[in-house]
């Protein structure tokens, strides 16, 4: 069965650093990509970046290169989204996806919730 | 980046009404548009993906249509269920971007 299980809740202050996880398995980690999907509080979607887990080739949207970093350890199957500087409007459920069956995203994590708050 | 357009932002209708929300990408996609469904609390689910192909297990009163710049997704006979946000999605590149969301809601 294939899962994409992620980290648990987060509770951070502003300018502290955090790295969340995304843990795969039941499919070839480094066959597909593992992308990042934001969603602020009652806010829609917003697709982040993504990773190609076999050679490390990441994308990032415009909107949130240079303030996050997608990375994967192939030795574990693990995809990870990480800041060095977080800020109260980081706030948001973050989402690790894969689209194993092709163009649509059809695996999701079931989402950890980052606060970031003084 | 592709930029994509939902409208409307939210509707209201009844049970067993036909429920109609268009996608426009800001160039051509082809046919890469993906219609996701998204409840309170949970993950998206993909509905249909490459335009017009039903995701397997999904319900057949959803469809879609469209090609190049504009879409449709339609629901017909709308259930209970099927009160939720929908979002498509073009996967024409690697920067894969979302529309805004259309929020259907009990009339």
């Known amino acids: 069965e294939v899962q994409l299980v992620q980290s648990g809740a987060e509770v951070k202050r502003p300018g502290e650093s955090l790295k969340i996880s995304c843990r795969a398995s039941g499919y070839s980690f480094t066959t597909y990509w593992i992308g990042w999907v934001r969603q602020m509080p009652g806010k829609g979607l917003e697709w982040m970046g993504i990773?190609?887990?076999?050679?490390?080739?990441?994308e990032y949207s415009p909107s949130f290169q240079g303030h996050i970093t997608i990375s994967a350890d192939k030795s574990i199957s693990t995809a990870y989204l990480q800041w060095s500087s977080l800020k109260a409007s980081d706030t948001a459920m973050y989402y690790c996806?894969?689209?194993?069956?092709?163009?649509?995203?059809?695996?999701w994590g079931q989402g950890a919730l980052v606060t970031v708050s003084s | 980046d592709i930029q994509m357009t939902q409208s409307p932002s939210s509707l209201s209708a009844s049970v067993g009404d036909r429920v109609t929300i268009t996608c426009r990408a800001s160039q051509n996609i082809n046919s890469q548009l993906n219609w996701y469904q998204q409840k309170p609390g949970k993950a998206p689910k993909v509905l249909i993906h490459t335009a017009s192909v039903l995701q397997g297990g999904v319900p057949s009163r959803f469809s879609g249509s469209g090609s190049g710049t504009d879409f449709t997704l339609t629901i017909n006979s709308l259930q209970p269920e099927d009160f939720a946000t929908y979002y498509c999605?073009?996967?024409?590149?690697?920067?894969?971007?979302f529309g805004q969301g259309t929020k259907v809601e009990v009339k």
């Open positions: 996806a894969s689209p194993l069956g092709g163009d649509a995203i059809d695996y």
């Open positions: 999605q073009q996967s024409h590149i690697t920067l894969w971007t």
């Open positions: 990773i190609s887990p076999g050679d490390s080739n990441t």
